[in-house]
């Protein structure tokens, strides 16, 4: 599993973990970290595509696990 994390990120964001065309994970508004070395984040299994939103985007589109996903 590949994680990221927010270094030098000015804004919180949604992450949503994407596999297979459905959502398979989201982490919800990822706070913005001054560590110099910020925590990564992992998806709760393997995925192909990983998409970033301004935080709460995910909640206020009605993104849940589940949901397809069509790129």
Known sequence: ???IWMKNMRFPIDIV???DGQVVGIHGAVPVSADLLPPSYYPPE????VLELPAGDAARRG???GTDVVL
Do not use: A
């Open 17 to 19: 973990w994407i596999n």
């Open 63 to 65: 993104i849940i696990v």
């Open 46 to 49: 393997p995925i192909e595509t």
């Open 1 to 3: 599993k590949h994680g």
